[in-house]
């Protein structure tokens, strides 16, 4: 499988959850993909946005960017901007 097709993968599992924010190994179980994968090209790819604050396990989050701005308001997605915490 192709860089492409992982990205598609995971992707597919971040939009298609009913949760706005994914844990890498979350998607990892879902997808198939090695963690370490996962975590790599969620990490990497410009497609993707984390989440300032991890989960209460220490855990890392990620959506879409497409995702994000459907679910988070303007006012969030403008200060998390300003805060340099992603966003837009």
């Known amino acids: 499988m ?3 097709e992982k990205l598609r ?3 597919d599992s971040l939009e298609s959850s009913q949760y706005k924010w994914r844990t890498p190994r979350g998607v990892s179980k879902e997808t198939g993909l090695k963690f370490s994968e996962v975590l790599e090209l969620l990490e990497k790819s410009p497609q993707f946005q984390k989440a300032k604050k991890p989960n209460k396990r220490g855990e890392p989050l990620f959506t879409t960017r497409e995702k994000y701005k459907k679910q988070s308001s303007p ?3 403008i200060i998390s ?3 340099n ?4």
């Open 2 to 4: 192709n860089k492409n």
């Open 9 to 11: 993968l995971i992707k």
């Open 75 to 77: 006012f969030t997605r």
């Open 81 to 83: 901007a300003l805060t």
């Open 85 to 88: 915490e992603g966003g837009l």
